[in-house]
């Protein structure tokens, strides 16, 4: 059994304790195509001898043998690709670690996968961009209240509600889009362990080998930081909340105290002993599922704060709390996108939420300040039982109607009319958004089949068995 150099044989028990290997699998493919990039670039600048392209053959043959590559008793996926290498390839494996450490290797990994997933979680939070949009344009005109302190306090409108829940995800979205450009697609890979090598890498063909926009330029940050990580975890979690507060909405707004709206049939479930429930059951998922994405946040960080700069194997425990979070949102948006499209509003029409309409009609009609309007207005309701029709009636006025309150709001309100042309705006910005990914995605999975087929054209040209 292969195992890297050190003071002596370690038990086993202390190797599993120390063990990253069942969190390898989820970088595998990313793990082989950076050290593939790295033995090529070694061996393209004539660097090692010709015939170590025998080992780049079988790195690329590794690709899809993951199950054989860590079918064995290993530390971590290097190992076991390093023993596999050897096995497959004999002495010429040897080459892979020369100029590479594991602490640039696993960085580069750590991204390349990274920055798949967050792809995932930007298309499907564009998805749930569109159906919200699509909703909002078919209820421009039905009504419902605009709550503070959960209590009724505004006319508003489903369309005016579910535009506020784009812009939710609108504003995350740019913020991953920030991330995954300016901060995860840059490379660490040629850093070695903390300050570089004498191996004369050129860390941008190593970069662009691996369809990174750039390099990661200070080897100490590109080795021993997380913070790429660290800020997308954040970002999750601030995503994670905001869809937590839209379910307690939903959860709130479909009991029978509430009656706003019906939940589709499959997003509910029955009580095992009482018949007539509909429990929320995906939204409570939705709400619980903000709670250990924070969780996750907080032991990211928790291992991360006390540790000094360059790699520490604390890192590899905070590994652990990457990607289950970014599995996890990713559902919990397919299911919010899901109960949006097929959930039911009831229109509601509450004369109380037509107070501040009555108190604003007070000024312009008597001109009076608003304080002195809003005391009177006051005044009427306790004298008749807190009912706005009476109070009204008792000020020698008449009620105003819901749409005439819902067109006079001015910009960022529910008046249908500003409403459908922010839908509008809205469809337009996600088209562009759209487009921005595609090619962003496009481009990234371009350069990894690139390096694969340019590695095997070479090799042919080469006639490297």
Not at 135 to 148: C, D, G, M, Q, S
Not at 210 to 228: D, K, P, Q, W
Request: glycine fraction near 6%; hydrophobic fraction near 40%.
């Amino acid at each position: 059994m292969y195992r890297k150099p050190g003071f002596g044989d370690q038990p086993d028990w202390i190797r599993e304790y120390t063990s990253s290997l069942e969190f390898d699998r989820k970088i595998y493919s990313a793990v082989v195509l950076t050290a593939l990039a790295h033995l090529f670039h070694l061996w393209e600048k004539g660097l090692i001898p010709e015939e170590a392209g025998s080992a780049l053959k079988c790195l690329v043959e590794a690709l899809d043998k993951e199950d054989e590559v860590l079918s064995g008793e290993f530390e971590d996926v290097h190992e076991a690709l390093e023993a596999w290498l050897l096995d497959k390839a004999g002495k010429h494996a040897g080459w892979l670690a020369y100029g590479k450490s594991r602490n640039d290797q696993v960085s580069t990994a750590l991204r390349l996968a990274l920055r798949k997933e967050i792809i995932r979680l930007l298309w499907e939070i564009n998805r749930l961009r569109g159906t919200l949009l699509g909703k909002a344009e078919r209820n421009l005109n039905v009504l419902i209240p605009a709550f503070t302190h959960l209590r009724p306090a505004q006319p508003s409108t489903v369309a005016h509600y579910l535009l506020h829940v784009e812009r939710e995800l609108s504003v995350h979205w740019r913020t991953l889009w920030y991330l995954l450009r300016e901060v995860i697609d840059l490379s660490p890979l040629g850093s070695g362990p903390v300050a570089g090598s004498s191996v004369p890498l050129d860390r941008g063909r190593l970069a662009e080998l691996l369809g990174f926009s750039g390099v990661e330029e200070n080897t100490i940050f590109a080795t021993g930081s997380r913070t790429f990580a660290s800020l997308v975890l954040g970002s999750i979690a601030s995503l994670a909340v905001a869809l937590s507060r839209v379910a307690e909405d939903l959860i709130v707004w479909s009991t029978s105290q509430f009656s706003i709206v019906r939940l589709p049939d499959r997003h509910v479930s029955t009580s095992s002993i009482m018949p007539q429930k509909r429990n929320p059951v995906t939204l409570e998922i939705i709400r619980a599922v903000a709670g250990d994405i924070l969780g996750s946040l907080t032991s990211f960080l928790t291992i991360t704060k006390g540790i000094p700069s360059g790699y520490n194997l604390d890192l590899q425990e905070a590994n652990n709390h990457i990607f289950g979070p970014l599995e996890k949102i990713i559902n919990a948006i397919k299911v919010m996108a899901d109960l949006i499209d097929d959930i039911e509003f009831r229109e509601v029409r509450d004369i109380q939420l037509l107070a501040q309409d009555v108190a604003e009609r007070l000024v312009k009609e008597r001109g009076i300040a608003y304080r002195e309007a809003h005391s009177l207005l006051a005044k009427a309701l306790r004298e008749n039982g807190w009912d706005l029709k009476k109070a009204v009636e008792s000020l020698d006025m008449e009620l105003p109607g819901f749409e005439e309150a819902i067109n006079s709001r001015g910009r960022g309100g529910p008046n249908p009319e500003r409403m459908s042309k922010e839908i509008s705006s809205r469809r337009k910005l996600l088209r562009d958004d759209i487009g921005r990914l595609t090619e962003f995605e496009s481009l990234k999975l371009s350069a990894e089949r690139e390096l694969v087929e340019r590695v095997r054209r070479t090799l042919e040209r080469k006639h490297i068995e």
